[in-house]
């Protein structure tokens, strides 16, 4: 399992998977949704919204 390279929280795959998709495809760190939100300057809540849909629309890098 990989932590987050600014905070150091351990990541769940869904924070991976969302740091693939927005960031790098090929990344090998990751950082955590709340780190991820504020690189983005948006919400965690936004985010969560974000996982759900790509999840919905068939995503394969989130698994149900
Ligand atoms: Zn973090």
Known sequence: MSN???CN???IS???ALFKK??????????CI???AERFDTT???LEKMIERL???G???FTK
């Open 22 to 31: 927005t960031v790098d495809r090929m990344a090998d760190e990751f950082l």
């Open 34 to 36: 709340d780190c991820l």
């Open 9 to 11: 929280r351990e990541l």
């Open 44 to 46: 965690r809540a936004e």
């Open 55 to 57: 999840r919905e629309s």
């Open 4 to 6: 987050c390279y600014k």
């Open 59 to 61: 995503c394969t890098l």
């Open 14 to 16: 869904d924070e991976t």
